[in-house]
């Protein structure tokens, strides 16, 4: 059964086209999938993301627990409300989830994981805190909206009360607070300034209508994904999957392979990196007419891969794409495009930061 948002109602009224995303009726775009691309790159758009799962972790080793099931090391969060992105691996190194871990207080700690992949991140989750004596609790009564774009920031903080203001507008990248009941965290999956923000189910229809009235237009999932392309920001299930290890993702920036802390995964990681990855991920750009898509066969010099993420960036003018090939020299690059071989250019993600092309693209 398809399930739905507490924001649901509310995007059929405003005229949204739904589709079936990971179970969930999700908006794909509210009239022009590109209207709301250019919306968040150049002033403010807002996403319902309640469909993401919220886990609380709770305990005296949580800090100790999170050391051992992530991949990237939660000891460098330091100040209550930071944040860290990282990987959940199996011991074959394989990408189980990607995710945001909070750190709030010394026995508090917020996970936002994929909502295709609640169910088994919650049993893998389940099953390794056991032994640490982690107390592991689901949050679906929170909802979750996402405010993106350089205007993003000013436009929802001018929604608060003068009292919370100032902590809000101090917040750094990748933090979050807690304020009037709100978790307010700067992240995002756009590469634009903004908010993330969990409230309560009963008052998300009220936020997402606050917002509307001063001119933070609705965006579907059409443009959140030609944004976090455009950005440089995998996709689970897509560009990753348990048969990836970070190092063939393009997410080696996000392991801590260096200390002596042991995590799950991190002994194969170790051996594929002494032996170099057989598989890379790299970004591409095609300058003439056509369009990159998910599957198309992508010919280098040490062989064959396939595109994994590709589209149109309404940014750019051009198509772009994630592909996974081979590793090793590339040399020239083509792809199988109705069956024709098509140069391409090898660059390196993003491919758009704030809103203008990155150098190389």
């Given amino acids: 059964m398809t399930q739905q948002t507490v924001l649901n109602a509310t995007h059929r009224s405003l005229g949204a086209r739904m589709v079936d995303f990971g179970g969930w009726d999700m908006p794909i775009n509210y009239g022009s999938q590109i209207e709301e691309h250019h919306q968040v790159r150049h002033d403010a758009g807002m996403f319902d993301v309640s469909h993401m799962t919220v886990v609380d972790l709770h305990g005296d080793r949580c800090r100790e627990f999170l050391r051992y099931l992530l991949a990237n090391d939660v000891a460098k969060l330091k100040k209550p409300g930071k944040a860290l ?86 917040l750094g990248r990748f933090a979050a607070i807690e304020v009037e009941g709100l978790f307010v965290a700067r992240t995002g999956y756009t590469g634009e300034d903004g908010f993330e923000v969990v409230v309560p189910e009963a008052e998300a229809v009220t936020l997402w209508n606050r917002l509307l009235a001063i001119g933070v237009k609705p965006a579907g999932l059409g443009a959140r994904d030609t944004l976090r392309l455009e950005a440089g920001m ?121 809103g203008k092309p990155c150098a190389g693209i």
């Fill in 85 to 170: 992105y990282t990987c959940m691996l199996n011991p074959q190194g394989g990408i189980i989830d990607d995710l945001i871990v909070y750190f709030m207080t010394e026995q508090w700690f917020r996970l936002v994981v994929n909502a295709s992949t609640r169910d088994k991140d919650l049993a893998w989750i389940l099953a390794q805190a056991t032994a640490f004596n982690v107390r592991v609790n689901e949050r679906p009564e929170l909802a979750m909206i996402a405010v993106q774009g350089p205007n993003a920031r000013a436009k929802f903080i001018s929604l608060l009360g003068e009292s919370y203001r100032a902590g809000v507008e101090a």
């Fill in 234 to 354: 995998n996709l689970y299930g897509q560009d990753m999957d348990e048969t990836v290890s970070p190092l063939e993702a393009g997410l080696a920036w996000t392991l801590s392979l260096t200390d002596e802390r042991d995590f799950i995964g991190k002994s194969t990681l170790l051996a594929l990196q002494a032996s170099g990855a057989a598989r890379q991920m790299i970004g591409l750009v095609l300058d003439d007419k056509g369009v990159l898509r998910h599957g198309q066969v992508v010919q280098t010099t040490s062989g064959a891969g396939e595109i994994l993420s590709g589209t149109f960036s309404p940014s750019l003018g051009k198509a772009i794409a994630f592909a996974r090939v081979p590793g090793g020299e590339t040399g020239d690059i083509a792809v199988d495009i109705r069956g024709r071989a098509v140069p391409v250019r090898q660059v390196t993600p993003p491919f758009v930061r704030d």
